[in-house]
């Protein structure tokens, strides 16, 4: 086994879940924090893996948020790098790719929140307008602020929150919005929002 170059899907056989889990992780680790130099094919080679392998790999460790979302920031501006010394303005598809993991991560994260939980987020954030979307997001160890939207769009959406809370949150998000056309954008974001919940409470009900 130790001259074998594996995929990940050999990976997934040959590996209970906890031991899959254990080396994503400390792999993806490695190479985040590795010398720009030491490149993919490197890793790939020091672990037994095939290139696309290890790839599937990190990929894994990212959007089942194993490793740290400073870990993924730094696996991409290595891969970024690595394309960049193949061609200058090389870059873009190593950037779209994390961008769709990291759509992928943030999906899982916001399922494993139970209706409680979002109930509770949901309602301190529009109690307490005078607080940024940050300080909840600090508050309550969110990933990103990107996830705490999130949350408040399923707590609405999802009828998680009442329409007393909902529109408290739609007031506080508006309030701070100067430009005209935005503003705008803002208010057909939050209007689909409302279809939406109606739309899903029509069908519980029947």
């Known amino acids: 086994m130790a001259g074998e170059f594996r995929t990940f899907k050999q990976l997934q056989n040959e590996k209970t879940f906890e031991e899959l889990n254990f080396f994503a992780k400390a792999v993806t680790e490695a190479y ?50 690595n394309q960049r010394q193949k061609a200058q303005e090389a870059g873009s598809t190593s950037i779209r790719h994390h961008k769709e993991l990291m759509k992928k991560r943030e999906e899982l994260l916001l399922c494993a929140y139970t209706r409680t939980e979002i109930e509770k987020i949901a309602k301190d954030i529009a109690e307490n307008p005078s607080y940024s979307i940050h300080h909840f997001t600090l508050k309550n160890n969110i990933e990103s ?41 803002a ?20």
């Open 145 to 185: 602020d990107r996830l705490t939207k999130s949350i408040l769009k399923r707590a609405i959406v999802e009828n998680i929150v009442s329409d007393e809370v909902m529109e408290k949150i739609i007031e506080r998000s508006l309030k701070g919005i100067e430009i005209r056309r935005v503003k705008h954008k």
């Open 187 to 206: 208010k057909q974001y939050f209007a689909a929002l409302k279809k939406q919940r109606e739309e899903n409470k029509k069908s519980k009900a029947n």
């Open 32 to 81: 985040a924090t590795s010398d720009m130099a030491y490149s993919q094919t490197n890793t790939a080679k020091d672990n037994h893996l095939t290139k696309k392998g290890l790839r599937d790999l990190m990929d894994y460790a990212i959007t089942m948020s194993l490793v740290s979302r400073e870990t993924c920031e730094q696996v991409l501006q290595k891969a970024i790098e």
